[in-house]
């Protein structure tokens, strides 16, 4: 009888220590931050097939490039923060409002590359379901005691300035001189243990060269609700963030200005210039979060869905986003429910108001 009972009494404690090494394991994969959601449409590298970004519909050198987590930078958009650096090496960029009617850009970056970019600016609350579907690193100077606490709560990784990872322009006057770079962002992500691998989707579907797959992928969709558009216009009610892109067939790039004035990249002197531009009406709510002058945060309501217009290749689609929650990208779908393809390229996503609108010719 002591012989069995001592039998139970070990197996009972082996099993035992199996759960509690189980538990160590876990803590010492998230550490304390909260549980995170899994992102719809995670995909796994196709090592038979060409590397094909699904964020460009580009194919790059390697799988590797894709498998990294992706970079979300907040650039600022100030007339004193113009020439921006970096913009043009993004593999997507996403224009949102701010205080006043002003603008910020979230650059994305995953198979590109960019030694210089900024002037980084604060979070927004808007950022977190913005970005959420990528599991991006959220690059920023910081942001008011709210907004970070959401962030944190969200799970999503971030970082704020400090004196390894960023720099100030001297040349600059703060805060429009605040830079960092994907190599020392990188950097910080292996510093911190980052163990990210897999292969994000975008909701993004391209006409040639891979993209997510979707129907009307490797074609030009034939719509009704296409028609020619060389010209666009954005109005933003701060006229200092006014957008217009003139289409250049010679490059299959829509050129971009800034209140009329060309809009370049300091460092290296060119011209930004996507090969897509997306306009995403959506609305927007108070987040009872204000800044030092007193105006209040917009909270953008990009979870859901809306009428868009998407201009590629010298043409515009009229047509639906959707996206059904924080985890899932969004989707940009003609009448007919199929996705409109892209070209290749930069794609710039403009998240605005119906009063705001675009005009085009």
Known sequence: MRM???????????????????????????????ARSSREGEQAPKPNEPPVNPLTGEEVSS???????????KVENDPKARPQSGIIDADLVYEELVE???????????????QVIGPTRSARP???????????????SGGASQVISMVKAAGLRYISEDSVHFWRDRT???????????????????ETGDTYNKLPQSGLVFTSGGGDSGEGE????????????????????????AASYQYDAST??????????????????KRVAPRNVIVQFITVTGSGIYDVTGAETPNLQVIGSG????????????????????????RFLDENGRDIPLHPGQTWIHLVTEDIGAVYK
């Not at 006043?100 to 960019?114: A, E, M, N, P, Q």
């Open 63 to 73: 799988w590797d490039l894709l498998t990294r987590r992706p970079l979300a930078v």
């Open 172 to 190: 600059r006057k703060i805060p429009h001189n605040l830079y960092t770079s994907t190599a020392l962002l990188r950097q910080y992500l292996t």
């Open 100 to 114: 006043g009617g002003v603008t910020r850009f979230i650059c994305v970056y995953l198979s590109r590359d960019s």
């Open 218 to 241: 490797g074609e030009e969709a034939q719509s009704a609700s296409q028609s020619q558009a060389t010209s666009i216009n954005i109005p933003y009610k701060a006229t200092i963030c």
């Open 126 to 140: 808007s950022d977190i379901d913005i970005t959420f579907y990528l599991d991006p690193l959220l690059i920023c």
């Open 4 to 34: 069995q009972r001592f039998a139970w009494w070990k197996s009972t404690l082996a099993g035992m220590s199996v759960i509690l090494l189980l538990l160590a394991a876990t803590v010492g994969l998230y550490g304390c931050s909260p």
């Open 307 to 330: 009428k868009c217009l998407v201009f590629t290749g010298g043409k515009v689609y009229h047509g639906t986003w959707k996206k059904a929650n924080r985890n899932s990208p969004t």
């Open 252 to 269: 299959d790039t829509y050129l971009r200005s800034i209140n009329g004035v060309p809009h370049t990249d300091l460092t290296t002197g």
